[in-house]
């Protein structure tokens, strides 16, 4: 059973689309992450949700909007795509802050044209 | 900024000798620090982690040593076996439950 998973593992689309990324844990953790990870391999927090609720919001435009519709789930929407935007994205969940340990999904390679 | 800094970007070494990877970092705020592996294709996997009042933790075959005065820390790997072979991310955590990740460092264990 995978633990954290990311659908779609590949993504290619126009500039200027509207995308989504969904993300689901069945590990029964409170707390969900969003990363980026750049062309130069940084993999850089975007966004935390604990219980649903917003706990960490990083300098990310606002044409990315993550919803959490319940605790298993945290999806990523991104309008208007720009280039920029190509990059690998990774979702993660913890159980709270045990250890700092987070459990990574395999990633969604967003390639935008 | 970055503050956590991984200044190899590769590192080979041979079967069944020690692998060394190292990490810098420059916040003296954060409080935990973890090592990720991570396989083409595929998420980081936590591998093992250190709390900042310790200098030492080990676990099988890896050991994290950590020396706060010169805000360093180690990934030790013995013996290297083929599996290894991966990218090693370190990080750091502060209360914020927010984790800084360094760029990488390749490892490639040559038979």
């Known amino acids: 059973d995978t633990a954290v998973s990311q659908t779609p593992k590949y993504l290619v689309t126009q500039m200027g689309n509207d995308k989504s990324i969904k993300c689901e844990q069945n590990?029964?953790?409170?707390?969900m992450y969003w990363y980026k990870q750049d062309s130069k391999k940084f993999l850089k927090i975007m966004f935390s949700y604990n219980n649903k609720e917003l706990i960490i919001n990083e300098t990310v435009p606002n044409r990315f909007s993550p919803k959490s519709p319940d605790k298993a789930h945290l999806n990523l929407h991104i309008n208007s795509l720009e280039l920029g935007d190509s990059a690998v994205y990774f979702c993660?969940?913890?159980?709270?802050?045990?250890?700092?340990?987070?459990?990574f999904g395999p990633g969604t390679r967003l390639l935008v044209l | 900024d970055q503050q956590v800094k991984q200044n190899s970007p590769s590192l080979s070494v041979q079967e069944g000798r020690i692998s060394i990877l190292n990490c810098d970092y420059t916040n003296s705020m954060f409080d935990y620090f973890l090592w990720y592996k991570k396989y083409p294709a595929e998420g980081p996997t936590f591998l093992i982690s250190i709390s900042s009042i310790k200098d030492k933790n080990e676990d099988g075959r890896f050991t994290v040593f950590l020396n706060k005065s010169a805000k360093h820390l180690s990934l030790h790997i013995v013996p290297s076996q083929p599996g290894d072979s991966a990218v090693y991310f370190c990080?750091?955590?502060?209360?914020?439950?927010?984790?800084?990740f360094g760029k990488g460092t390749r490892l490639h264990i040559l038979p």
């Open positions: 993660a969940s913890s159980q709270a802050r045990v250890e700092g340990t987070q459990y």
């Open positions: 990080a750091a955590s502060d209360r914020d439950d927010k984790i800084i």
């Open positions: 590990l029964g953790h409170d707390t």
